[in-house]
T-cell receptor, first 117, second 115 residues
Framework: EAGVTQFPSHSVIEKGQTVTLRCDPI?????LYWYRRVMGKEIKFLLH????????ESGMPNNRFLAERTGGTYSTLKVQPAELEDSGVYFC???????????????FGPGTRLTVL | AQSVTQPDIHITVSEGASLELRCNYS??????LFWYVQSPGQGLQLLLK??????LVQGIKGFEAEFKRSQSSFNLRKPSVHWSDAAEYFC?????????????FGTGTRLQVTL
């Protein structure tokens, strides 16, 4: 079974440009999360999809960030326009939720390292 | 609001020595607790998790963790460290609500293993 995949692995852009990150969750996982780690700090939650709906977007830093999840499958996170402070590693995770007594576990992708110059 | 504290930013141990990484959490309800590891150039890999039951949980790669409610701690241990364990370790907490929800992470502990 394939794990969570993210594309690209690295992205270097200039301030003011637009970048789109993609995440493909584990097949069958309804829950999809985006997290971000700014250098040296903790991994912080950005938002949570359940299928195609945004369940919790309390961690989104501002309206320059737009997340979508088309048809409840893959998700994209667009940053427009990018600022210097947006640099960091963006992680995606997916989970199947609490099903028939099983516990919910998030599985993470390898992350996208974004550098804004 | 929940929070996770990993007081050790960086730890160095000799190969073959024992290891304990500390994690303290602040949470208003019964938590789910996790340890993840990130090896250089890799993503986050789940080491182990605690939901309920036996407070000593076993994970992959010979790691274990003990949940101590009275101390709000979930420390990670390994009796004998291998050079390949050099990585960054993250403790995380989630809500025990029966609904999938976000995790709150600590700042991580970077482990260096000397030969």
């Amino acid at each position: 079974e394939a794990g969570v995949t993210q594309f690209p692995s690295h992205s270097v852009i200039e301030k003011g440009q637009t970048v789109t990150l993609r995440c493909d969750p584990i097949s069958g996982h309804d829950n999809l999360y985006w997290y971000r780690r700014v250098m040296g700090k903790e991994i912080k939650f950005l938002l949570h999809f359940v299928k195609e709906s945004k369940q919790d977007e309390s961690g989104m830093p501002n309206n320059r960030f737009l997340a979508e999840r088309t048809g409840g499958t893959y998700s994209t996170l667009k940053v427009q326009p990018a600022e210097l402070e947006d640099s960091g590693v963006y992680f995606c995770a997916s989970s199947q939720g609490f099903l028939q007594g099983s516990t919910d576990t998030q599985y993470f992708g390898p992350g996208t390292r974004l550098t804004v110059l | 609001a929940q929070s996770v504290t990993q007081p050790d930013i960086h730890i160095t141990v000799s190969e073959g020595a024992s290891l304990e990484l500390r994690c303290n959490y602040s949470y208003g309800a019964t938590p789910y607790l996790f340890w993840y590891v990130q090896s250089p150039g890799q993503g986050l890999q789940l080491l182990l998790k605690y939901f309920s039951g036996d407070t000593l949980v076993q994970g992959i790669k010979g790691f274990e963790a003990e949940f101590k409610r009275s101390q709000s701690s979930f420390n990670l241990r390994k009796p004998s460290v291998h050079w390949s364990d050099a990585a960054e370790y993250f403790c995380a907490v989630g809500p025990f609500t029966g609904t999938a929800s976000k995790l709150t992470f600590g700042t991580g502990t970077r482990l260096q293993v000397t030969l």
